[in-house]
């Protein structure tokens, strides 16, 4: 259950774990448990106001896309509080290491496995009807075998073809940008796992759009 008590989340006490543009998140207690807080910042170049009615609505569209990819059957973090007033989001710390600080230690043939099951929880994501928006190897946390996806802030609903493809091109020029010792084999396995889960029809599909985008981005930067 979701609580909105006013200023639950105010003034955070805590570790820093990022700092970004839009949100702050902090690695803190709550109610005994240790937690992560995303808070989202307010931004004084918009009128209050509408910030704080942005800000609202991004920490709901946020929890909502959390909660649909968990029914998808992919790991998320648990949710345990959600402030709206301080547009604040009370998460299960995630234990374990980023995909992208295993994958910069790991050997190429050690990437197989965690790659295809990379691979098989976008498919299920896209399978659900919605992208994530902003899958890179450091929004994916390995736990004990299991890969937890983070970060759904710019994730929303869609089943169209171009916006699954868009997932696709931020993974595969992650892989091949941040990860080239081991790209080839990870990309391999990446697009098993996820035509396993997807079947092949739809892998066929969205593949295809994937080279039309990158066909799209070669001509714009000729141009």
Known sequence: MWLTSPGAAE?????????GAEADVVLGDWQGLQAVFKVRKPLTYRLASLDQ??????????????????????????????????????????????????????????????FFKFGEGVARLHASGMMHGDLTTANVVSREGTLVFLDFGLAHRTSRLEDHAVDLRLIKETIVGAHPGISRTALDAFFRGYEARAGAPKFRRVRSQLRNIERRGRYARVA
């Open 11 to 19: 003034g955070v006490p805590g570790r820093l774990l990022y700092r």
């Open 53 to 114: 009615e942005i800000r609202r609505q991004r920490t709901v569209h946020e929890a909502e896309m959390i909660r649909h990819a968990k029914r998808a059957g992919v790991a998320t973090p648990f949710l345990y509080h959600l402030d709206l007033p301080a547009s604040t989001m009370v998460m299960e710390y995630i234990g374990g290491e980023m995909l992208r600080d295993l994958a910069g230690c790991m050997a190429e043939k050690d990437a197989e496995g965690p």
